[in-house]
């Protein structure tokens, strides 16, 4: 019988605890929930060493068993080169193993190993558009560290996050940064953008993508046939009839009324303050607010750690964990895998909805 393919998690920032909420999952055995090969990318000698601190610090018992695979080789070569180790179902993931420039203290961040990070992103994305693997699971990044050490998007400005890198690696005009959990899906039309910059990037163009975006994947990724989405208004109140702002006369409810003319099911802009209310939350299926800190901390309120960070509009699927590295647990004990076990439950659900599988032997 073939195997599906992977879910290849990326661990991210090494001197966070990207390796050790891996390690955990690894331990707990709930790596193989998934009925999916697991892949990891990672430095090889800085993950045996962090689980040798998680068994000093006592959280793990034993050292999880893994395959390790060097990934410093062709593309065209890799699924060959896999083979030909001898893949064996008895290790709890495949390491990839994406080597560190210098070496790795846990809590400690050092810029010399930032292009170690931004190639495990080069790889997921290489893998992801080969259909190599089925889905990327990316762990927490230190965007201060990328941008410190001089670690560029694609297009040459600042590094900005996963989504941003994603985005322009893939080519796509514009994606959607989506945060779902057990009670609410959060879709922002700007993520990473300074508060005094979020009014002119609402535009009507931005608005226009943002919903088709969260309508398409809605449909195709989560398998509802009509989606019911809400809105948030950007000023106060939605505008105060224009009291507070014309935004949302003049260009965000002429958008939202042309996707009710042909049948969307999406409400016109709605003050923020009373749109997150279960009155309204219990009939809807997604929210977009225009902007990150307006329904992003609502959000996080309802279910910080079981949250997942998607990106919709992409060629293919990304989730996310909904934490940072958390440097003062790396190696010593407290972080939690529940956010990272819930992006592969939601990364892997996807797959199997919206994916043909090709096989992977």
Not at 196 to 201: M, Q, R, T, V
Request: contains cysteine.
């Amino acid at each position: 019988m073939q195997k599906k393919q992977p879910l290849l998690i990326t661990t991210g920032e090494p001197a966070g605890i990207g390796m050790d909420i891996v390690l955990i999952l690894a331990a707990e055995g709930k790596l193989q929930d998934f009925a999916r090969p697991i892949w990891v990318t990672a430095d090889a000698k800085a993950m045996q060493t962090r689980a040798d601190e998680l068994i000093a610090a006592e959280v793990l018992n034993v050292c999880p068993p893994w395959q390790t695979v060097d990934i410093n080789i062709e593309a065209d070569n890799f699924l060959e080169h896999l083979s030909q180790q001898g893949a064996d179902d008895n290790h709890a993931f495949i390491l990839l193993n994406v080597p560190c420039a210098a070496s790795v203290i846990s809590g400690q961040i050092n810029i010399s190993n930032s292009a170690m990070v931004a190639k495990q992103l080069e790889i997921a994305h290489q893998l992801a558009t080969d259909k190599t693997v089925a889905a990327i699971i990316t762990g927490p990044l230190q965007k201060s560290a990328l941008i410190d050490a001089d670690i560029k998007l694609p297009d040459g400005t600042m590094f900005s996050g996963h989504t941003e890198f994603f985005m322009q690696q893939s080519g796509c005009e514009k994606v959607v940064m989506m945060l779902a959990n057990p009670v609410m899906k959060v879709a922002l039309v700007t993520t990473h953008l300074a508060l005094k910059d979020i009014p002119a990037a609402i535009t009507a163009d931005n608005v226009r993508q943002t919903v088709q975006i969260v309508v398409d994947d809605m449909r195709e990724k989560f398998g509802l046939r009509q989606p019911r989405i809400l809105v948030c208004g950007l000023n106060p109140h939605a505008g105060e009839g224009g009291h507070l702002g014309v935004e949302e006369i003049e260009i965000i409810n002429p958008v939202l009324r042309d996707f009710i003319d042909v049948g969307v099911d999406i409400s016109e802009a709605m003050p923020a303050d009373t749109l997150f209310t279960s009155r309204h939350l219990s009939n809807c299926d997604a929210v977009i607010a225009m902007y990150h800190d307006q329904g992003l901390p609502v959000l996080k309120s309802h279910g910080f750690g079981d949250t997942v960070n998607l990106t919709l509009g992409l060629p293919y699927i990304r989730t996310s964990v909904d934490h940072g590295t958390a440097l003062d647990l790396a190696g010593r004990g407290g972080a939690s895998a529940t956010s990272l076990y819930q992006a592969l439950l939601m990364a892997n659900e996807m797959a199997d909805r919206s994916l043909v599988d090709i096989p992977f032997a």
